[in-house]
């Protein structure tokens, strides 16, 4: 089973992306599901998370500017980005966190022009 990111591109500052991450197979007992980037010469870093339940979790950076959003149906997440600033510029990775092993998609760019 692979994740499949798509939404991103380049984008002028304080404009808003849409990004989007589905399975192509079928994924039991995912927990969690979560937004990471990776800055050029940085470590990747959580941006945003959402459990089963709906309880989500941010980066301070991305707080009020991002929100994240899962359809458990569908297994899919997604990630609502506004007010995207030049810092935001990143590869961007989804996760799945499932009982027996982490999934992550091969990443989608980002890129916010000043």
């Known amino acids: 089973v692979q994740l499949q990111a798509s939404g991103g591109g380049l984008v002028q500052a304080g404009g808003s992306l849409r990004l989007s991450c589905a399975a192509s197979?079928?994924?039991?007992?995912?927990?969690?599901m979560g937004w990471y980037r990776q800055a050029p010469g940085k470590q990747r870093e959580l941006v945003a998370g959402?459990?089963?339940?709906?309880?989500?979790n941010y980066a301070s950076s991305v707080r009020g500017r991002f929100t994240i959003s899962r359809d458990n149906a569908k297994n899919t997440v997604s990630l609502q980005m506004n007010s995207l600033k030049p810092e935001d510029t990143a590869v961007y990775y989804c996760?799945?966190?499932?009982?027996?092993?982490?999934?992550w998609g091969k990443g989608t760019q980002v890129t916010v022009s000043s």
């Open positions: 197979g079928t994924i039991f007992s995912i927990y969690a």
């Open positions: 959402i459990t089963n339940g709906g309880t989500t």
């Open positions: 996760n799945y966190a499932a009982a027996r092993m982490n999934y």
